[in-house]
């Protein structure tokens, strides 16, 4: 039941119809007994600061941080951590002695999705995308000790995002074909909602690993051109609940509900 004693948390993100975050996180309150909800806020890019000044002056707690604002957030915020600021790029917010403190845990999300089908040290990785999820999952392919490329249909953004870490290679999608590669992640939004995928089959590794952070549908045309070439695949379902855990415990404290959010997210309506 929601009270005056209710702490309000959510997601903004634009547009809000394909989310599955409310689900998975009152779900997860419920089992961990938390007086909190969390709703979906759709939110243009053009209203970001009128709606994290609302943030502010209803007091609400955690909150979470989609496409497009991920970067932009970060200069309506009263703190970022060290990680995020490394990436560049902010997906969670929570509220400390009044102070609105960004972090990010998209790139744990992504490499422990990963790493539940491949270990990642020495990994030869490719991430297709250079907006705020790309940065996150570099950083984290880095921090697991990965060799990283970075390929973009703007090159230019590619190098961009490879200069920011200093420790990259860049180039097209179309070089996806010439690249060897034991790990391929989309961090681009190519096949949310459509049977389209960012690179031609026939440039999928064989035995490859295939990550795609769109989840809607949960088998895009990614996914499957990337079965019937042998690649292993995994789902952006499990970036999204594990990056989601991550939020539920810097905001809480506890120990989040893996298997219940993973749950909700199956029985989850968009």
């Known amino acids: 039941m ?9 997601i903004v993100l634009h547009p809000a119809s394909h989310t599955r975050s409310p689900a998975m996180h009152n779900a997860a309150y419920a089992a961990l007994a938390l007086d909190a909800a969390y709703l979906a806020f759709d939110v243009p890019a053009s209203r970001l600061a009128a709606a994290i000044g609302g943030w502010r002056a209803l007091g609400g707690g955690q909150l979470s941080v989609s496409i497009p604002h991920k970067l932009a957030i970060l200069e309506h915020l009263d703190e970022v951590d060290e990680t995020a600021r490394r990436i560049g790029a902010v ?35 490719v991430v297709l995308g250079a907006g705020g999820t790309a940065r996150a999952v570099v950083f984290g392919l880095l921090e697991r000790g990965a060799r990283v490329t970075v390929l973009n249909r703007t090159p230019a953004k590619a190098r961009e995002l490879a200069r920011h870490f200093g420790s990259c290679e860049a180039g097209s999608l179309a070089d996806l074909r010439d690249l060897s590669h034991d790990v391929l992640v989309n961090t681009t939004s190519v096949g949310l909602g459509t049977d389209a995928s960012p690179v031609a089959a026939d440039s999928i590794a064989p035995g490859a690993v295939v990550l795609d952070a769109v989840y809607e549908p949960l088998r895009t045309r990614l996914l499957r051109d990337a079965e019937t070439r042998g690649a292993r695949t995994v789902s952006g379902k499990w970036m999204l609940v594990h990056q989601a855990a991550a939020q539920l415990e810097a905001w ?17 309506s968009v």
């Open 2 to 10: 929601i009270t005056q004693r209710t702490t309000l948390c959510g």
């Open 91 to 125: 997906n969670t917010v929570v509220r400390r002695d009044g102070a609105l403190c960004g972090s990010n845990t998209d790139w744990l999300g992504a490499v422990r999705a990963l790493e539940r089908e491949t270990p990642l040290a020495g990994a030869r990785a």
């Open 252 to 268: 809480s404290g506890r120990e989040a509900p893996i298997e219940v959010m993973a749950r909700a997210f199956d029985g989850a």
